[in-house]
């Protein structure tokens, strides 16, 4: 089993940074590739981001290259996901999975999930 939990949103103004903390206890952390999702209400959950287990091979959904960065860091068990020029266009709960598939942009592949964290941009 993994545990995951995110933490670091709230409210912020358009054009704002927020930065995404997931925190990952269990079994080991470094074998898993993380990604980043977000969910509206009424949609599907969508792929934002994802870093395989060594954190070079790193993924973005289109609308957030430029923006949005993925890290990770193995020692503390922790991904994380910066967020620059916010739009309100991006204000969704944000999850943090993990996987060991090599399909990366769909939420079928993982297996585990965070309770997700609500990031809201406002006009």
């Known amino acids: 089993q993994v545990q995951l939990v995110e933490s670091g949103g709230g409210l912020v103004q358009a054009g704002g940074s927020l930065r995404l903390s997931c925190a990952a206890s269990g079994r080991i952390f470094s074998s898993y590739t993380m990604g980043w999702f977000r969910q509206v209400p009424g949609k599907e959950r969508e792929f934002v981001a994802a870093?395989?287990?060594?954190?070079?091979?790193?993924y973005y959904v289109d609308i957030v290259k430029g923006r949005f960065t993925i890290s990770r860091d193995n020692a503390k068990n922790t991904v994380y996901l910066q967020m620059n020029s916010l739009k309100p266009e991006d204000t969704a709960v944000y999850y943090c999975a993990a996987t060991r598939s090599w399909k990366l942009g769909s939420s079928e592949s993982y297996d585990y999930w965070g309770q997700g964290t609500q990031v809201t941009v406002s006009s």
């Open positions: 870093i395989r287990e060594s954190g070079v091979n790193i």
